[in-house]
Structure formats: structure tokens, C-alpha cells
């Protein structure tokens, strides 16, 4: 059920390889202009029924909405990629919320890439937790993940202890973060898209980010060819845990109120982004890039439908929707592009 | 393997055999369900001199543990019910689940029937959906007081914050002010369930009648969630430009819609008004966006449903209109209608007064 | 799912033992030990609410615990069959919240019951067969479709009911949540959980389609080539599983004599949390419905022991947490001291070597 095809050597000998690598990668290309042609075409819609959706205001908000989504999507994108999931994001985000938006309360003067510094490791922490379970224990990340999701809200919750961090106890250098823009442009969109940039490039480029696709297409393969499979898996997990927590931080700037409630529910909205930006959810293929987009689409149709008025009732129904009709175009694409390539490495058709 | 699987089968078969036959012998062992709870009524009634019963046991559930709001209201170190209760000389719990949905709160209400309350102290979570565990407890004498939130049809007392159309009146009235009588206004709500939400809601529209230049026009719902809240409240102001003021009867939506307007070129051009905890908004009233919003003490919420709670279970006064007592340091009350005893007149909270406040 | 070749004892190690135990084979033998794990989880857990509370072990409460717990017990029933059969359905609270809206909306609008509860009935098959045919049909992976529908039959109800509740019905039906069944304290849904495990328990373990159930979830290959058809069964398992969450949004919202849209909100995690602690592999192809029954008495009582103490309210999801990861972690640790390390530590085993273990195929990472 994945769309990739490592290189296949047959009669045709070697430009049959090429090839074959050539068609998947077009299909990825495609795959994520299909995403952004949707994007733009939903975003030009209800543009044109209200024009007040495109401007300068409303694309500031609608970045800054997205950025901690895509930051998120990006981590999954990494776990999800080498077939596991990481329910436990949306509890680590809420954490590090919280802790690190109590740290300038409790500490006044503390220098904020610190207390971004200090979310890191919380985040890091738990996701090296998970990778471990996952990796030296053999055990399924979907209940793995599930059981932090639990264990780490509860500890959240425990430590807010019906308390809450309020937003003037933050100093400004904090609050502004989401705000200081340039050309109405936030500067932490544009932060957010170089680190989404740097981690799909480090996905495609670097070895050990295409050795998780591997693993994600055929873990007895990639272990047979030699990958060392547990190291990279938590990585990829350590990795998603460390971006959560970063996250988290944003998300106090952001938002400036935090409770026990921050993150809730975030990880099924995350996954969601994640597959209909076309990471295929049984791992080997898909781009971060693409599901940054689909962050963003998510947060536009949300974005749009409170801006056109519409019932904010049809927003989930709406996304459910969105979710199953992006999975089933994967899956028909999937089936059309291995079928092209068993003709074309037959020698039929080009 | 026929064998095996009949094996495997028959260790649960017998353990369920034994549970289903453990609680058929229970119903004919300890009489009714009630036998877990017999005591309720009665026990530990020792006269105090003030005629109120002590040693009653009370728990005090909130629609959800790990809200501030609640933590003000409920808990002995901030001067809330369970300190009212410990002074009258009863024992108080807090006790409540994690989510604020009915699912999460009725165990908790289930377990302190169970363990032999004598008093609850509710913040309902659905209105109707509590009824058939309340209206048992009822049935089996335990004085029901719901607080914050009502259920209307299943509880001895409420005890309202505030007169429902007081609250609408003065959010409305504050507002109008702030936008010199003329413009457009919005309101951003929490869940579009939540009972006192609606109430608040259409006393507001009713005294938006004396405004006619003042035009309510959108209703959105945060949900109590901050993410949600800040979302219909971008969505709010990007589809009426021309907004001058926003109404957020809900303690997170108010500093969602706040936060939205402070950190966006609204800020000026929009005002905020709603009901807020002080310490959550200090921020906003110091940047003038939202320069007087309102709240009670949640405190004397929980102190006042405690002492009316202690006085129903010691039979000083019923739930008809008229019965009056005396609420510690809070005075006297009357019992209005509908059962519904007042705390006061909601309180404005502005830069005069707001740093005397830490909740 | 690849094959399980972690039966395959090294020659000249532990044969099998003697007697009728010699007579199961290592996967029933496992079965066997979880749910005796199980049992003694229990018995611990009862002692424990027996001395922490006076309470624990009276009738009325047992009443409460089975009528809060009732729904979410009916609905791991086919959950089990479904992750038996290499699946998952993450759709079910939602179809639960789902029916029950459409039970408010049809309600208000003068429907006679026995109607209502055929257009529920009906619209628990529809989603159930919504499920099945995209992931049999389209092929497509049932983590991914349940998340959509997850959210897709939420918004359903949403839309039915809106903000709006509904709970004027007659009390004869609301009843069920406060009187059980007469003469006996066990609440109305705790009986008909008793009822539908008996039936589903006899479907999984005696019956051949029970047994084509665990085959698929072994290996779909091999399933379908011996003849079963593996894609009809498994669109049957959600459909059921969308009936039966539909009943469960029934005797839910009688319970709580009200319908509203967040009715049964979250409690997917709890069924499969249920699901994973009775012993079913994630992996698909092992478990038993004794197991998953025995677990949602475990965790019911749990959480009730808790509730009745002073437990800190707050802690308990850290408690869940923590019991699912000792469920999948216990078989691992056995294995542990059977003396097979994880390949990630030993480095590349020898294949087949005499007196070494055999290399395990199950992959590290799973497949869900």
C-alpha cells in the first residue's frame, strides 16, 4: 500500500531502474502540487466570496495559527514515514505549555531561548521515552504512544494543579515572538517554513532520513540491507518529541493563557494534516512539505468557514470528509502508479 | 484445539458466573442499593448551637478538576466551600473527573453517594444529563445543591452567581458605553449547550432593545478552548470590519477574544467586555483593551453553596421561596424563585480595583 | 502481517510440556497465561478496593461501576474480532454519539420509538459498512479511514442535534439508568453486555468464522488462499461493530436521559485501551474474548477502587497509562527471559543456527 519501489534490476538492466525512480519521484511531485493546486484553488474560492479572507490581517492570523501545526506535522511526518505513529504530541505540547509559560512567572529575567531551550529537552525526553519503548521494546508504537499520551497529560495535569500561567506574568520579548512580522509577514512563519524546509530536505537528501522511508516500506528488508533500524526509529521519535515541545513553548506565546487543557486532541488533528498532505499512514513515502500544506488547508477551511459565517458545527464533519476523499486518491494513485510501473518494467509502453 | 479453547473459555465463564452471582446474592443481602448509603440521612446529627448539624459529610463536585475558576470556588485554602464547610464543622471533598462532560462528572457523584454523602455540591455539566444519578441521590435524602451551573429539574437549591439578567444587562449596558451607543457588537460564547450561557445570552438581546443603534450581529462559540476561541474570534472580526465591540461571557473566551484583538491592528478599534478572573486579564485591562469586565468571587459562590446546603440538610430551610438564613460571613440570604438563591450583583473589575485580586 | 515464527522452539530447548497443556499449541498456551495474569490482577485490584473502602464490595456499587462502564464494555466486544482480524475502529464513539444525536433529533421530531431505533439501527450498519467497504474494497489502511470517520460521524451528530439537547423521553426507557434488572442489582446494560459476550465469545471461539477471523489477522495471504473470504468477513466486523456502537449510543443516552452530540466523546482510546489490556495483539491474529472480558472488569474496577478512595482524580490517566504499558510490555519481557533479545541489541543473529534461537520475523515496528 505504499507508492515506493526501491530500484529494480531486470532484463531491461539498468535504465528500467532509473526509470523507476524517475516515475516515483514524479509521483511525489505530483502528489504535493496536487495538494498545493487545492490549497490555492479552496483559498481563490472563498476569496472570492469574501474578500476580507485574504487580507494582510487574516493571512497573519492564518500563519500564525498554522505554525504550530506545521511544526507538529513536520515530527509526525518523520515517525509516521517509517511506519509508527506518535499519538502522545498534543500531551507534550500541553507539558511544555505549561512549565515553560510558568517559568518567566516563577523567574522573572529568565532569557527566553532558554526557557525555548528547556522545552526542548522536555520534548526530547519524552520522545527519546517513547523511541526506546518502541525501538528496544519491540512494541507497537500505537500503544506506546497511546499510553504516554495518557501518562504525560495526567502528569500535566498534576502539575497544573487547577492552576493556570496568565498572561501578563510573560514578559513581552515572549509574546511578541508571534507577532514581530515583516511586510505583514511574522517572522515565525518564516522561521517555521525553513525548518520544514530543512527537515524535508534531510528527509529526501540525507541518508539516514531515506533509510526511514525504508524502513517505513519493508522494516525486514531495511534491516536486512544493513540499516540499523532501532537507532533510526528513535531518532525519529526523539526528534518528533523535541519539535513537540518547541511547540509547546510557541503555543504559551501565542496564546499567553495556559491551563491542563493546552493540546487536547491535537494528535488526531495532526495525523489528520499528515495524511492529507500525502504521508501514506503505513509508512514509505510522503514529504513534509506536503503535510505542512495540509496543516495549512486544515487551518484555512477552519479559518474560512468562521470568516464566511458558516456553522462552525460543519467543521468537523467537513474535515472527516476531506481525510477519507485525500486517503482514497492516494490509494487510486498508488494503484495507478504501480500498474504503469509493472508495464514499464515489462518492456510494454513506456 | 477444541480442547484448548473450551479451557481457555471456561476460567472467565466461571469468573463472570461468580460476579453475576455475587450481585443477584447482593440484592437479596444488604436490601436495596440504598444499603451502601443507608446512613446518609441523619448521620453524625449532632445539634450545634447555631441549630446546623455537624458532621454531616459533603462533597463538593465541580464540572471538572484542574479549572481555576473552580479551584477559587471550592477549596479550603482560598476561602471556598470547603472552608465554609469546615467552619460549620462538616467534611468537605473535592471531587470530579477530567473532562467537563457528564461521562467524566457522574462517577464521581456516583462514588460520593456511595460512600455515604450527606451533601452534594454540584457545578452541573449538562443541564438534564446528571438527573437520574441526582435525582436518586434525592431520593435517598442527600441534599442536592447545584452551584455555577444548574440542573434545573433535579436538585433541591441552586445557588446562581449572580441574577441571570443582571449579568446580560450589565455586559450589554458596559459595552454600549464603551462604544459611545453606536456601532456593531459580537459575542463570543463558549459550548452553545452550556444552559447559563443561553440565558446570559437572551438577557442581553433583550436589553439590546434600549440600544437601537447598537447592532449584535453574530453569535460565535469557542468552546471553552482557547484554540477554538481565538479561532471564531479571528473569524468574528474578519467578517465585520466594522466591529467596535465583542461580549465573552466565558472566562476563555474573554482572554482568547482579548489576546486576538491585542496582538492584531484591532487592537483600539475593538473593545472586550465579558466575565473574566482577574488575574487572567490584568494584561488587558493594562493595554486598555479590555478596560472593565466582570466576574464574582468565585469563593463566595462555593461559601455561600455550602452554607445553604448545611442548612437544607439541617432542615432550617426548604426550597420554597421566602426561607431565609444566614451565610456566615456573607450574611443573609432569601431563597428566590425556582429554588434560586442570589449571590449578588456581578462585579466590575477594572484598573481601579483590579490588582486588590489574585484569582 | 508477517507469520509468527517465534513458535518455532530451538531443537533440543523446552519441548513441549506434558499432559493437557501439551496438548495446546503456543499460541492458546500464551492466551492461557495472560488471562490468568489477569485474574490475579483482578483479585489484587479487589483486594485492594476491599481495604481501601467499605464500600467496594456492596451491591450498589457494583450497580454504579456496571452502569458507567456498561457501553464502553459493549462496544470492545466486536472491537476485539476487529484487531483480532488485523484491524482497527476508531470510529466507534463517535458512531455511538452518532446514534445517539439521531435518537434526540428523531425524538423531537415525534418519531415513535420502534422507529427511531430502526433508523439507529440502520445508521449503525450504514457507517459500519462505510468502514468496511473502504477498507476492503479501496484497499485502503483502517487507522487512516477510522480517523476520518472518527471525525466525519462526530460531525454528523453535530449537525443533527446542533447545540441542542434532547431529554424528554418517558421514563420507562430512562430508567435503565438508575433500576436494574428486577430482582437483581446488575444494571440493564451490564446484562445485555453478559448477553452479547456470550454470543460474540461463542462466534470467535467455536465457530469457523471465528476461527477465519484469527486466520486473517495471522496472515491475509495465506487466508485467502485457503479459501476464506477474507475482504466479505472483515466488512461484516464493522458493520457489526457499527450496529452494536449504535445500540451503545442507545442505552447511552437513556442512561443519561439526554442526547446531545458529545455524547460519548473520547471513549474510543478506553475501548481499545480494554481491547489491548485483555491481551489482543495490535499485530492481529491473537486474543480471545475471555481476556477482553476480564480486562474491562480489571479496568472498571480499577478505576471505581480509585474513585472510592481519596485518590488524587487528576492521576488516574496517568494509572491507565501506565496499564497499558505493562499490557504490551509483559509478553515482550517473558520473551526477554526466554532468553531472545531484540535484534536492534544482539546485532545480526545466525539464521537457523543449531541451538540458537530463531531469528523473529515480527517486525519492530507496527503495522497498524
Redesign the interface.
Known amino acids: 500500500m505504499t507508492t515506493t519501489v526501491t530500484g529494480r534490476v531486470d532484463s531491461a538492466g539498468a535504465p528500467a531502474a532509473g526509470g523507476s525512480r524517475k516515475l516515483t519521484e514524479r509521483v511525489f511531485r505530483i502528489r504535493e502540487s496536487g495538494i498545493i493546486a487545492v490549497f490555492v484553488v479552496f483559498v481563490a474560492v472563498t476569496t472570492a466570496i469574501q474578500p476580507s479572507f485574504l487580507n494582510e490581517q487574516n493571512i497573519q492570523f492564518l500563519l500564525i495559527n498554522t505554525t504550530v501545526f506545521a511544526l507538529l506535522a513536520l515530527g509526525e511526518t518523520m515517525v509516521v514515514v517509517s511506519r509508527n505513529v506518535d499519538l502522545s504530541i498534543g500531551s507534550v505540547l500541553g507539558l511544555t505549555a505549561f512549565v515553560c509559560g510558568g517559568l518567566f512567572g516563577d523567574h522573572p529575567g529568565i532569557p527566553v531561548p532558554l526557557v525555548f531551550l528547556i522545552g526542548l529537552g522536555i520534548g526530547l525526553a519524552c520522545g527519546l521515552g517513547n523511541g526506546l519503548m518502541v525501538a528496544i521494546g519491540r512494541v507497537p508504537s500505537l500503544v506506546v504512544t497511546l499510553a504516554t499520551l495518557y501518562i504525560i497529560r495526567g502528569i500535566d495535569i498534576l502539575l497544573v494543579g487547577g492552576t493556570q500561567v496568565n498572561a501578563q506574568t510573560l514578559p513581552n520579548a515572549f509574546t511578541d515572538i508571534p507577532r514581530a512580522n515583516v511586510a505583514g509577514v511574522p517572522y515565525l512563519a518564516i522561521a517555521v517554513a525553513v525548518v520544514i524546509g530543512l527537515g524535508a530536505y534531510y528527509l529526501r537528501s540525507y541518508r539516514s532520513g531515506r533509510e526511514l522511508y525504508a524502513i517505513g516500506s519493508s522494516p525486514d528488508a531495511a534491516r536486512l540491507a544493513g540499516i540499523p533500524v532501532g537507532r533510526r526509529v528513535l531518532t525519529a521519535f526523539a526528534v518528533s518529541g523535541a519539535i513537540a515541545g518547541v511547540a509547546g513553548v510557541l503555543w504559551a506565546a501565542q496564546y499567553q493563557t495556559v491551563d491542563s487543557s493546552a493540546g487536547t486532541g491535537y494528535e488526531l488533528t495532526v495525523i489528520s494534516a499528515v495524511v492529507v498532505g500525502g504521508v501514506a499512514i503505513f509508512g514509505g513515502s510522503g514529504s513534509a512539505v506536503g503535510a505542512a500544506v495540509g496543516a495549512l488547508l486544515l487551518s484555512a477551511i477552519n479559518s474560512a468557514l468562521n470568516v464566511l459565517g458558516i456553522s462552525s458545527l460543519w467543521l468537523e464533519a467537513i474535515s472527516g470528509f476531506l481525510l477519507l476523499v485525500a486517503i482514497t486518491l492516494d490509494r487510486v494513485i498508488s494503484v495507478r502508479l504501480q500498474a504503469a510501473l509493472r508495464r514499464r518494467s515489462s518492456g510494454v509502453g513506456t | 484445539m477444541r480442547h484448548s479453547k473450551k479451557r481457555i473459555f471456561s476460567v472467565p465463564a466461571v469468573f463472570l458466573a461468580a460476579c453475576v452471582t455475587l450481585a443477584a446474592c447482593g440484592s437479596s443481602g444488604g436490601g436495596s442499593a440504598s444499603s451502601g448509603s443507608s446512613g446518609s440521612s441523619g448521620s453524625g446529627g449532632s445539634s450545634s448551637s447555631g441549630g446546623l448539624k455537624t458532621g454531616l459529610s459533603a462533597y463538593v463536585i465541580p464540572k471538572l478538576l484542574g479549572a481555576q475558576y473552580f479551584t477559587v470556588a471550592d477549596t479550603a485554602k482560598f476561602g471556598g466551600a470547603i472552608a465554609a464547610l469546615q467552619q460549620l464543622g462538616e467534611t468537605g471533598t473535592e471531587t470530579s473527573g477530567t473532562a467537563a462532560t457528564p461521562a467524566s462528572e457522574i462517577p464521581a457523584i456516583q462514588a460520593a453517594i456511595t460512600k455515604g454523602a450527606n451533601i452534594l455540591i454540584v457545578s452541573a455539566t449538562d443541564p438534564t444529563a446528571l438527573c437520574p444519578t441526582l435525582k436518586s441521590a434525592m431520593s435517598k435524602g442527600i441534599t442536592v445543591v447545584t452551584y455555577d451551573s444548574d440542573a434545573p429539574t433535579c436538585r433541591n437549591l441552586f445557588v446562581n452567581q449572580a441574577d441571570t439578567t443582571a449579568i446580560g444587562v450589565k455586559q450589554v449596558d458596559l459595552i454600549a458605553k464603551e462604544i459611545r451607543g453606536s456601532g456593531d457588537i459580537g459575542i463570543v460564547s463558549a459550548a452553545a449547550s452550556a444552559t447559563n450561557q443561553n440565558a446570559w445570552i437572551a438577557a442581553m438581546k433583550q436589553e439590546l432593545k434600549k440600544f437601537p443603534k447598537v447592532h449584535l450581529v453574530a453569535t460565535v462559540y469557542g468552546n471553552d478552548d482557547p484554540t477554538t476561541a481565538t479561532q471564531v474570534t479571528q473569524g468574528l472580526l474578519q467578517r465585520y470590519p466594522n466591529l467596535k465591540g465583542i461580549i465573552a461571557p466565558t472566562s476563555v473566551g474573554i482572554v482568547s477574544a482579548a489576546q486576538v484583538v491585542s496582538s492584531s491592528k484591532y487592537k483600539g478599534k475593538v473593545l472586550v467586555t465579558g466575565l473574566g478572573t482577574p488575574e487572567s486579564m490584568k494584561k488587558y485591562v493594562a493595554n486598555g483593551v479590555a478596560p472593565a469586565f466582570f466576574l464574582w468571587n468565585p469563593a463566595d459562590l462555593g461559601y455561600l453553596a455550602a452554607y445553604a446546603a448545611v442548612n437544607y440538610a439541617s432542615k432550617k430551610i426548604t426550597s420554597a421561596q421566602g426561607q431565609t438564613f444566614t451565610a456566615g460571613k456573607l450574611g443573609t440570604y432569601t431563597v428566590g424563585a425556582d429554588s434560586t438563591i442570589l449571590l449578588g450583583p456581578p462585579f466590575e473589575f477594572n484598573a481601579s480595583n483590579i490588582d486588590q485580586y489574585h484569582f | 502481517m508477517?507469520p509468527d515464527l517465534t513458535t518455532i522452539t530451538p531443537p533440543g530447548g523446552g519441548g513441549p510440556p506434558a499432559g493437557?497443556r501439551g496438548?495446546?499449541?503456543p499460541a492458546?498456551h500464551a492466551?492461557?497465561r495472560w488471562?490468568?495474569g489477569l485474574?490475579l490482577l483482578?483479585i489484587a485490584i479487589v483486594i485492594f478496593g476491599a481495604m481501601s473502602?467499605p464500600?467496594f464490595l456492596?451491591?450498589?456499587?457494583?450497580?454504579?461501576t456496571g452502569?458507567?462502564s456498561g457501553e464502553v464494555a459493549i462496544m470492545a466486544l466486536p472491537m476485539t474480532l476487529i484487531v483480532i482480524s488485523g484491524e482497527i475502529d476508531l470510529s466507534v464513539a463517535s458512531i455511538l454519539g452518532m446514534s445517539s444525536a439521531a435518537v434526540g433529533f428523531l425524538w423531537a421530531r415525534h418519531w415513535p420509538m420502534l422507529a427511531i431505533f430502526l433508523a439507529v439501527a440502520l445508521a449503525g450498519i450504514l457507517a459500519g459498512l462505510i468502514n468496511g467497504l473502504?477498507v476492503t474494497r479501496?484497499?485502503?489502511?483502517s487507522?487512516?479511514?477510522t480517523?476520518?470517520?472518527?471525525?466525519?460521524?462526530?460531525?454528523?451528530a453535530?449537525?443533527l442535534l446542533?447545540?441542542?439537547?434532547v431529554?424528554d423521553f418517558p421514563s420507562r426507557y430512562?430508567s435503565i439508568?438508575?433500576n436494574?434488572l428486577p430482582?437483581?442489582?446488575?444494571p440493564w446494560n451490564v446484562a445485555i453486555f453478559?448477553v452479547l459476550?456470550v454470543i460474540f465469545?461463542v462466534v470467535l471461539?467455536?465457530t469457523a468464522t471465528g476461527r477465519s477471523v484469527y486466520a486473517m489477522g495471522a496472515s491475509p495471504e495465506a487466508a485467502t488462499f485457503s479459501g476464506i473470504r477474507v475482504k466479505r468477513v472483515k466488512t461484516l466486523l464493522f458493520v457489526v461493530s457499527g450496529l452494536v456502537c449504535s445500540l451503545a449510543g442507545v442505552l447511552w443516552t437513556f442512561?443519561?436521559?439526554?442526547a446531545?452530540?458529545?455524547?460519548?466523546?473520547?471513549?474510543e482510546?478506553a475501548v481499545?485501551?480494554v481491547v489491548?489490556l485483555g491481551g489482543v495483539s495490535?499485530?492481529g491474529g491473537k486474543g480471545?474474548l475471555?481476556?477482553v472480558?476480564?480486562a474491562v472488569?480489571a479496568f472498571t474496577a480499577l478505576?471505581?477502587a480509585l474513585?472510592?478512595t481519596?485518590f488524587?482524580?487528576?492521576?488516574?490517566?496517568?494509572?491507565?497509562?501506565?496499564l497499558?504499558?505493562v499490557?504490551?510490555?509483559a509478553p515482550?519481557l517473558a520473551a526477554l527471559r526466554g532468553g531472545r533479545l531484540?535484534?536492534?541489541?544482539r546485532g545480526r543473529a545466525r539464521r537457523g543456527g543449531p541451538g540458537g534461537p530463531a531469528a523473529p520475523?515480527?517486525?519492530?515496528?507496527?503495522?497498524?
Open positions: 508477517a493437557w496438548r495446546l499449541g492458546a492466551t492461557l488471562e490468568s485474574v483482578i473502602s464500600q456492596t451491591s450498589g456499587n457494583f450497580f454504579n452502569v458507567t473502504l479501496v484497499g485502503l489502511p487507522l487512516a479511514v480517523i476520518g470517520t472518527l471525525a466525519l460521524y462526530r460531525g454528523v453535530l449537525i446542533g447545540p441542542n439537547t431529554s430512562t439508568g438508575v436494574p430482582g437483581t442489582q446488575i453478559a459476550a465469545a471461539h467455536f442512561r443519561l436521559a439526554t446531545v452530540q458529545n455524547n460519548g466523546l473520547g471513549e482510546l481499545v485501551a489491548l495490535i499485530f480471545s475471555g481476556g472480558v476480564l472488569v478505576q471505581n474513585l472510592l481519596n488524587n482524580q487528576e492521576a488516574t490517566g496517568i494509572v491507565i497509562g501506565a497499558l504499558l499490557s504490551v510490555f515482550n531484540p535484534r536492534w541489541v520475523a515480527a517486525p519492530a515496528v507496527d503495522g497498524a
